[in-house]
């Protein structure tokens, strides 16, 4: 199994940036996929999250209204955009599956880990 994230960057706060994560290696649709986040000094929180099946997903609190998650199962990607981007959303993104159609946004409860992308907002 392989994940990749990538599309972080550098944004100036109220701007947007699409992350992607493709994976491989395994059947992509028998998995629930999320999108979780670390900042310096701080532990691993759960951002965003999708069933396996594309018909739930759910967000923290924080980023609620501003960020969107969207897979294609055909292409095994996912997506996260992110808009009305804060400087509190910096952190290096991390993607992840999850066995079975439930998402939830628990660390530990995420089977395979991608190498995550920076995304820095700057106020």
């Known amino acids: 199994v392989q994940l990749q994230a990538s599309g972080g960057g550098v944004v100036q706060y109220g701007g947007s940036l699409r992350l992607s994560c493709v994976a491989s290696?395994?059947?992509?649709?028998?998995?629930?996929i999320g999108w979780f986040r670390q900042a310096p000094g701080k532990e691993r929180e759960g951002v965003s999250c999708i069933s396996s099946s594309d018909d739930i997903s759910k967000y923290t609190d924080s980023v609620k209204g501003r960020f969107t998650i969207s897979r294609d199962n055909a292409k095994k990607m996912v997506y996260l955009q992110m808009n009305s981007l804060k400087p509190n959303d910096t952190a290096v993104y991390f993607c992840?599956?999850?066995?079975?159609?439930?998402?939830?946004?628990?660390?530990?409860?995420?089977?395979?880990w991608g190498q995550g992308t920076q995304v820095t907002v700057s106020s």
């Open positions: 290696g395994f059947t992509f649709y028998d998995y629930a």
């Open positions: 992840a599956l999850k066995r079975g159609y439930l998402p939830n946004l628990l660390p530990n409860e995420y089977d395979y």
